[in-house]
């Protein structure tokens, strides 16, 4: 993407200033603007409570931990499992502690409370899905990357995803994980817990009895399906809309992994439109560049707390 502002050299830090004067600035911005365009990356998720080690991770694959030297969920989705049985016994914990459940914490419910009644929209590089948990309307999301809750075919010529709702449940039951009084899917109390699934239950293509992988942007093999291309049409639909003007961009937790997605293109936005603003909320890397500095606002402390702290306001 060609840009018009440095990207070396010249950016500039949250600056020290109270959290409160900042939680007050960001919310005039809020206030002040017509529309709002959320960017959000996987620190807004981490926030939120989807961390993928530690303690969380413990609890649902100490077994796997155990057997094979894992320590987190990232890094075990590329581990070379012995057998499909393994690997798809690790892949439906995965998904569905990461796509199936509610966030630990109430942080993407509050940042609804925060848009609800505003003209806004979601550019998110997250699979989790947790925007919709949380409410926001399904017509005003684009998942750029995929959706943990999907499944594509290895077939090429197959651009189409299938929903794995029903194969993740019936393998956390094969595996003998139970359900705890709220539904949700723990490990027994015995802790006895299988790491492979029944041969018959390895995920295939109801289509063409293919191979299946996870319909997440890993590589070029990556299923853009009509669903996605009509996200994308109202993505940008909703930008053309706004453009001129006072449009508000709000990047919570996209760092430099894919910067072109979300943070490039609301820097370059921000600086075009001199109506508009732009602010970011992530813990240690909030910085903008030096040509949009005076309509910028980077806050480096924790997404939740901030977004708690703004969605009480309104209380």
Not at 38 to 45: D, E
Not at 79 to 100: K, V
Not at 287 to 298: G, N, Q, T
Request: net charge negative; charged share 20%.
């Amino acid at each position: 993407m060609s840009t018009r502002f440095s990207l070396s050299g010249s950016v500039t830090r949250g600056v020290e200033q109270p959290l409160l004067e900042q939680e007050q600035a960001l919310a005039q911005m809020l206030d002040q603007a017509d529309a709002v365009l959320i960017g959000a990356g996987a620190g807004l998720s981490t926030a939120a409570g989807f961390t993928y080690s530690g303690e969380r991770f413990t609890r649902y694959f100490w077994d796997f931990e155990q057997r094979f030297g894992i320590h987190d969920m990232y890094s075990g989705g590329f581990y070379p499992f012995p057998d499909d049985e393994t690997r798809w016994a690790w892949w439906s914990r995965n998904i569905y502690y990461n796509r199936y459940v509610p966030a630990p914490k109430p942080t993407y419910r509050e940042l609804l409370s925060l848009v609800r009644y505003r003209d806004y929209f979601v550019l998110t590089t997250n699979v989790d899905h947790q925007f919709q948990r949380a409410g926001f309307d399904k017509q005003r999301l684009f998942y750029t990357q995929g959706d943990y809750g999907l499944f594509q075919s290895t077939n090429p010529t197959l651009q189409k995803t299938y929903d794995n709702e029903d194969w993740v449940m019936a393998a956390l039951e094969a595996q003998g994980f139970v359900r705890d009084e709220g539904g949700i899917f723990q490990p027994p109390v015995n802790g006895r817990l299988s790491t492979r699934i029944p041969t018959k239950l390895i995920p295939t293509c109801p289509d063409d009895g293919s191979a299946v992988t996870t319909n997440l942007r890993i590589d070029d093999g990556f299923v853009q399906d009509q669903g996605w291309y009509q996200a994308s049409d109202r993505y940008h639909d909703f930008v053309r809309r706004h453009t001129g003007g006072r449009m508000l961009y709000l990047e919570l937790g996209v760092g430099m992994n894919t910067p072109a997605i979300i943070k490039f293109p609301f820097w370059q936005a921000t600086l075009d439109n001199a109506q508009a603003r732009y602010a970011c909320v992530n813990l240690g890397e909030a910085y903008c560049p030096v040509e949009i500095a005076d309509r910028s606002l980077c806050v480096s402390h924790d997404i939740a707390q901030v977004v708690a702290d703004l969605a009480r306001r309104l209380d």
